[in-house]
């Protein structure tokens, strides 16, 4: 008796989006593990660094906090040898220091903000966090880590989204069955179940720090794009960002105590984070700016001033396009969960170690699949005294050859259904993560503008596979892959940028 072995692919595992789910998830998902994980560290970052280094972050509290051009001149007199590019305000707790940069020597210096005295200095690179930092960011390679991790983020997005449509149930009898484990049934059946379920559930997280993890990497593809959607040279961030003061003979650099008058004359309710002191003769005091009315680390600004005049040559909330301002005020802020408080922020951690759970409970999944197909040979029949045969296959009649033009107006239609769908999703993730702490608009619509972008770099590399193709059908030759990727971009052009338009010109001031 003759027994035919089939390849072990389930039916909809046969799809496109079933084998990029599989085979990027192979590929990518111990990379994608160790960057979630490192990133959940780093969601509590600066309570990790206090509670390891108690003595370089705790001051005792006293009447009166010392103010920055006060403290200058201190920690210049202990330490005249230095140039100081950076400090750091003291934020709302009375018991946090001044900590002071000086980025030749990779040094911090901590400074008690009522005594003035400097209670310890360090390598920052050194410190746990530092490098819990470099392994996130760039797995301790410096240059091709960073782009590793940068493509490794836009590989979790991918298999984000594809995991949601192989999660789908055919029936709706069947939606309980794919919202809950069956603790009951076997543990092959188990983790199947859980990872269904944690795919599912951390879904609006997950999205949204792939994303943003995504955009951080690429910003110097991003940024120009989103200047060039809102009608803008690409170039034009770069110049905002590069003004220079205006150096002339005897010109004195201002006060200290000018750069508060002058934030709030230009961002009333505001305070003070960081000030990035000028390089040399041309420089500009940079300062870093946060709302009074949200955690810490949530909504950013930035002022650039004059170092001679204080002339602000920037303004981000004037100077910068919304969604420019969205990159500067909300990135950071999404990708480790601060804007909302502690409850987004437990969410970010969640969904860091959400990546190490999928990826054990897939590779269980996987590799009995894959260890049982590899002992097999596909369409070979082996008989009862062990001769391989052949499998007949029946002659199939060809399918009937579809003219060009019809055939791309199917697949545009099939595209425009599935970027409706996709459009409604990215909506609906940002707004479950931001909706706990009562936050859902920005996030929702944070999501949409920056996966427009995704979308139009997408449809520049469609296009330019579109015309290589139209250039090489002179010599007859052509892809119908190709058609369809191109059909379905320019779909997802066509149903995201009108939303995109509509939502950064409104003239609501949503970031």
């Given at each position: 008796m003759a027994t035919t072995y089939k390849k072990g692919w389930a039916r909809h595992q046969q799809r496109w989006f079933g084998k990029w789910h599989?085979?990027?998830?192979?590929?990518?998902?111990?990379?994608?593990?160790?960057?979630?994980?490192?990133?959940?560290?780093?969601?509590?970052?600066?309570?990790?660094?206090?509670?390891?280094?108690?003595?370089?972050?705790?001051?005792?509290?006293?009447?009166?906090?010392?103010?920055?051009?006060?403290?200058?001149?201190?920690?210049?007199?202990?330490?005249?040898?230095?140039?100081?590019?950076?400090?750091?305000?003291?934020?709302?707790?009375?018991?946090?220091?001044?900590?002071?940069?000086?980025?030749?020597?990779?040094?911090?210096?901590?400074?008690?903000?009522?005594?003035?005295?400097?209670?310890?200095?360090?390598?920052y690179e050194s410190s746990f966090i530092h490098v819990v930092t470099d392994i996130h960011t760039s797995l301790?390679?410096?240059?091709?880590?960073?782009?590793?991790?940068?493509?490794?983020?836009?590989?979790?997005?991918?298999?984000?989204i594809t995991g949601l449509r192989l999660w789908i149930p055919k029936k709706w009898k069947q939606l309980k069955q794919v919202l809950t484990v069956n603790f009951k049934a076997s543990f092959k059946?188990?983790?199947?179940?859980?990872?269904?379920?944690?795919?599912?559930?951390?879904?609006?997280?997950?999205?949204l720090i792939a994303l943003t993890g995504f955009c951080m990497t690429f910003s110097i593809v991003i940024i120009p794009m989103l200047f060039s959607l809102s009608g803008l040279p690409p170039q034009g961030a770069a110049k905002l960002l590069g003004a220079k003061s205006q150096y002339h003979a005897g010109a004195v650099v201002i006060p200290l105590?000018?750069?508060?008058?002058?934030?709030?004359?230009?961002?009333?309710?505001?305070?003070?984070?960081?000030?990035?002191?000028?390089?040399?003769?041309?420089?500009?005091?940079?300062?870093?700016?946060?709302?009074?009315?949200?955690?810490?680390?949530?909504?950013?600004?930035?002022?650039?001033?004059?170092?001679?005049?204080?002339?602000?040559?920037?303004?981000?909330?004037?100077?910068?396009?919304?969604?420019?301002?969205?990159?500067?005020?909300?990135?950071?802020?999404?990708?480790?969960?601060?804007?909302?408080?502690?409850?987004?922020?437990?969410?970010?951690?969640?969904?860091?170690?959400?990546?190490?759970?999928?990826?054990?409970?897939?590779?269980?999944?996987?590799?009995?699949?894959?260890?049982?197909?590899?002992?097999?040979?596909?369409?070979?029949?082996?008989?009862?005294?062990?001769?391989?045969?052949?499998?007949?296959?029946?002659?199939?009649?060809?399918?009937?050859?579809?003219?060009?033009?019809?055939y791309f107006g199917l697949q545009l239609k099939k595209g425009l259904v599935y970027a409706g769908w996709f459009l409604l999703t990215s909506l609906v993730m940002g707004a479950l993560y931001g909706v706990i702490s009562g936050r859902p608009l920005q996030p929702a619509i944070f999501s949409v503008a920056f996966t427009t972008t995704l979308v139009v770099l997408n449809f520049a590399a469609a296009l330019l596979?579109?015309?290589?193709?139209?250039?090489?059908?002179?010599f007859k030759k052509s892809s119908r892959s190709i058609s369809r990727y191109f059909a379905w971009s320019l779909a997802f052009a066509l149903a995201f940028l009108p939303v995109y338009f509509l939502l950064m010109n409104t003239g609501w001031n949503i970031f």
């Open positions: 599989v085979y990027l998830g192979i590929i990518a998902g111990f990379i994608i593990a160790v960057v979630g994980v490192t990133g959940s560290i780093l969601v509590f970052r600066d309570e990790i660094d206090q509670a390891l280094n108690p003595s370089l972050f705790k001051v005792m509290a006293e009447q009166r906090r010392m103010p920055i051009e006060e403290v200058m001149p201190l920690v210049k007199k202990q330490y005249p040898a230095y140039d100081f590019n950076y400090v750091t305000m003291p934020g709302k707790s009375p018991a946090e220091p001044y900590i002071f940069y000086n980025f030749k020597k990779e040094e911090q210096f901590f400074m008690n903000p009522y005594t003035g005295k400097v209670t310890g200095k360090r390598l301790l390679v410096p240059v091709a880590g960073r782009y590793i991790v940068g493509i490794s983020a836009l590989i979790l997005l991918i298999l984000t059946r188990q983790n199947y179940d859980w990872h269904n379920v944690l795919g599912f559930y951390s879904a609006p997280v997950v999205t105590q000018q750069l508060h008058t002058i934030n709030q004359r230009e961002l009333p309710g505001s305070e003070i984070a960081g000030i990035a002191f000028p390089a040399d003769s041309t420089g500009n005091f940079r300062l870093d700016i946060r709302d009074k009315g949200v955690p810490a680390e949530g909504k950013r600004e930035m002022l650039i001033l004059d170092q001679y005049s204080g002339k602000v040559l920037l303004n981000s909330r004037r100077d910068f396009p919304p969604v420019a301002a969205a990159y500067l005020s909300w990135l950071n802020p999404i990708h480790y969960g601060s804007f909302g408080g502690l409850p987004t922020r437990i969410l970010a951690l969640a969904g860091g170690l959400i990546p190490l759970a999928l990826f054990i409970t897939g590779f269980i999944i996987w590799y009995p699949r894959w260890k049982k197909q590899k002992s097999r040979k596909e369409n070979i029949t082996v008989t009862a005294e062990g001769e391989e045969q052949p499998v007949q296959r029946k002659n199939v009649p060809d399918a009937p050859v579809v003219k060009a033009f019809p596979c579109m015309v290589i193709q139209l250039l090489l059908s002179i």
